[in-house]
């Protein structure tokens, strides 16, 4: 099975679409070997995204204090997210939420990479800050790397 990437947010509302722009790089980048999907944020929707996949990587904005741009990166099977994570954001239950909602159900996939990039703002129909696009690029450039390595080490 393919590992999946998911990229969460809302492109039309400034930094809240740091999910989907890293998602839109990765799958623009040529990769094979794993899904690319966008998703607004609804519980729902990831947990049956999820369903599917023993391998998960959501990138998502957040907001913890942190200076805008800053990448995290958190095993989300190992360790509950922080309170809140993604909650600030435009769709509202957030994804530490539907992580929680999916681990009651046992439901989690055996792998599940979170990657927050800390947001500057959500204001509707503003464009990506600066620091948040090039964090974007970061983190597609690095789980390209990381699932290319997993690819071509992959036992037969």
């Known amino acids: ?19 989907p722009v890293a998602a ?14 966008t998703c607004r944020g609804d519980p729902a929707d990831l947990v049956t995204a999820w369903q599917e996949h ?19 990166r958190l ?13 600030v954001s435009t769709h509202g239950f957030g994804l530490a939420a539907a992580v929680e909602l999916a681990r009651a159900m046992k439901c989690l996939p055996s ?19 600066a620091p948040v696009a090039t964090a974007c690029r970061a983190v597609a450039d690095e789980i390209a790397q990381d699932l290319q390595e997993a690819l071509c080490t992959k036992p037969a």
């Open 1 to 19: 099975m393919r590992p999946l990437v998911i990229g969460i947010g809302n492109t039309d509302r400034g930094d809240d679409g740091a999910g």
């Open 24 to 37: 839109g790089l990765l799958e623009r980048s040529g990769l094979t070997g794993a899904l690319v999907m």
């Open 75 to 87: 095993d989300a099977v190992r360790d509950p997210l922080p309170e809140g994570f993604g909650a």
């Open 111 to 129: 792998v599940l990479t979170v990657y927050g990039i800390e947001a500057a703002g959500f204001d509707a129909g503003a464009p990506l800050s």
């Open 54 to 72: 023993v391998a998960v990587i959501a990138v998502d904005a957040c907001v913890s204090g942190a200076e805008p741009g800053t990448v995290f």
